[in-house]
């Protein structure tokens, strides 16, 4: 069985930055893909950034150029440095993890069976 904890979240002001972890409770150099969703209220919840087994990342337009998804295998670890945060990334984020292989990593949150309970970001203007 495999838990994902996210960390790190907290209240910034527009254009500061903030760096999220995701912890992993097995070898995350196993895994098929991890990545990073997230949720504001009143909206679904969406594809942030994901790192699949072959390193290759995908990132949501709307974050290209100011997120940076990386991952350290020595720990375990999932990370998303944001910067130049804006207040419309403000939401619940979201780690979850893929075991078994697919050609793309999924967008959907739910198609990853390993998911973590979030942490809140929220950037004021």
């Known amino acids: 069985q495999l838990q994902v904890v996210e960390s790190g979240g907290g209240s910034v002001q527009a254009g500061g930055s903030l760096r999220l972890s995701c912890a992993a409770s097995?070898?995350?150099?196993?895994?098929?893909?991890m990545g990073w969703f997230r949720q504001a209220p009143g909206k679904e919840r969406e594809e942030v950034a994901t790192?699949?087994?072959?390193?290759?990342?995908r990132y949501a337009d709307s974050v290209k150029g100011r997120f940076t998804i990386s991952k350290d295998n020595a720990k375990n670890a999932l990370y998303l440095q944001m910067n130049s945060l804006k207040p419309e990334d403000t939401a619940m984020y979201y780690c979850a993890a893929r075991i078994s292989v697919l050609p793309t990593c999924p967008r959907n949150f739910y198609e990853y069976l390993y998911r973590g309970q979030g942490t809140q970001v929220t950037v004021s203007s």
């Open positions: 790192w699949d087994r072959s390193s290759m990342t």
């Open positions: 097995r070898y995350t150099g196993s895994l098929a893909c």
